[in-house]
Each structure stands twice: as C-alpha cells, then as structure tokens.
C-alpha cells in the first residue's frame, strides 16, 4: 500500500514538473509582454514591473501590419482545416467502408508518404509553385495543405468503429454510398474530425518554415514569418514582440478549450478497432 502511494506521489511530483516546465515560457511571454522595455533584462528577474504596460499591445499596430499578419492567418488555416476535414473524411470513408481491387495496397502506398519528410519535398514543391507562378501568394501555402495522409488515416480508424448494421440499414433505405458518408458517417464522426480539426489549426497557424520560403512581401505574411520579422538586426523591442506572441497563441487556446471534449473523445476512439 505504502509502495503504491509513493509511486502516485512521484508520478504526481514528474507530472506536476513537467507542467511547470511548459507553462513557464508561456508565463514569462505574458510577464515580458507587461513591462517596460528597461526592465526585460534585469537581474535578478521579476515577474512584472514596477507598472504594467498595457499600451504594449497597442503599440503592435503601431509599428507593423499586425492585423495584416492575424487575417493572413486566419485565411490560410481555415481554408486548410475546412479542405482537410473534406478531403480526408472522404478519403477515410472510401479506405474504411468501400470495397475495390488494391484498395490496402493504395492505402498503404498512400500511408507511406508520410515517412518523407516535408523538408525533402520543399524544393519540387517549390519549383511547382514558381512555374504556376505561385510563389508569394497564399495559394503556395495552402495547396499542399489541401490533403493530409495523417487526416485520412486518423477518420479511417474512427470509421472503421462505426457498426456496419447502421450502414447496412442506410442501403435498405436507399441510400448511395454518399449518402452513406453524409448522412450517417459525418454526424457520428464529430469527435474524430474535431481531433483532424485541431491537429490541422495548431499545424498550419504556428507553420513557418513554408510561409519562409514561399513568402517576399509583407502584406502576405502570416503570423510566425511576421513576428520574425520584428525582431531588428540591433535592436528588438522584446515588450512588443511579446505581445504579437501572446495574441498570437489566445487563438490556439481557445481552439483548445471549445473542442476539448471532442478532442479526447476522437483520440480515444480512433483506435479501438481494427478491420
């Protein structure tokens, strides 16, 4: 007895740790994101300063398109979790419940891009984007994101849950496979599209490798190129860019927080049964 209580006393003490650990960075953005800017380096460090400075935040528009980085965006991640949780949902009910010749062998060929790695198709997407002269523009960003292996992978298991008696009763009524896919799958396949959902938003709003290399100009970048952008070659003014970065993560949080609940429900049912 004894010896289990200290185990759930360690495991307790490891995960309280590494709470700690996460929440720290995220704690001092707020903190540094509130002071002046004299007062981000002292020693030894404190919390707040001796005023906070809320005009921190307003001070963002000031100084760079902020708003012009929060609606790029804002564009590009809802176009690529809306095309995703299409694309993938139709593609996981085809690979789940449809019947036809090489379909485990197609869905393994398809399962096995995702063991390249996106740096290794950087280059040919990028010359594909230059000869449709798509080099910056936001097209350049959200075309690859169109289509996820992971996304059809992860719906394909959360179907394949779904009872085949309520399939089999569609059909009776006479229901076309889309209808099949519509009308019965889609409803019941919420918490795994709003797992897909959140797995696309955190990916695409805190991407910036490929908005980097497909983005010039200013007016088309997106939140992570332009808070990188206003960090000077001699001088940052580290309040400010705290700031971008606090707004910046509020929209991943409460992304979080209203798709909880789905969100745990999809990432324990999708893997409850095999074919």
Partial sequence: ??????????????????????????????????????????????????????????????????????????KVTVIAVAAQL????????????????????LFGLYLATMMIPAQVTLIPNFII?????????????????????FGTFLLRQFFLTIPASLEDAAKIDGCTPFGVYWRIFIPLSKPAMATLGVFVFMGMWNDFLSPLVYINSQEMMTLPL????????????????????????????????????????GITLSGLKGE
């Fill in 1 to 74: 007895m004894k010896t289990n209580l200290g185990l759930k006393i360690a495991a307790h003490a490891v995960l309280l740790a590494g709470a700690v650990t996460m929440i720290l960075p995220f704690l001092w953005s707020v903190s540094t994101s509130l002071k002046n800017i004299s007062e981000v380096f002292v020693f030894p460090p404190t919390l707040f300063g001796e005023s906070i400075q809320w005009e921190n935040y307003l001070r963002i528009s000031d100084r760079f398109p902020f708003m012009t980085y929060l609606l790029n965006s804002i």
């Fill in 86 to 105: 299409i694309t993938s949902s139709m593609a996981g009910f085809v690979f789940a419940r449809l019947k036809f010749k090489y379909r485990e062998l």
């Fill in 226 to 265: 332009g808070l990188a952008s206003m960090q000077g070659m001699y001088s940052t003014d580290w309040p400010v860019l705290m700031a971008g970065t606090v707004i910046t993560i509020i929209p991943l949080i409460v992304v979080f927080l209203l798709a909880q609940d789905f969100f745990i429900k």
């Fill in 129 to 149: 984007m230059r000869s449709y002269n798509l080099v910056d523009t936001h097209w350049a960003l959200i075309l690859p994101a169109l289509v996820s292996a």
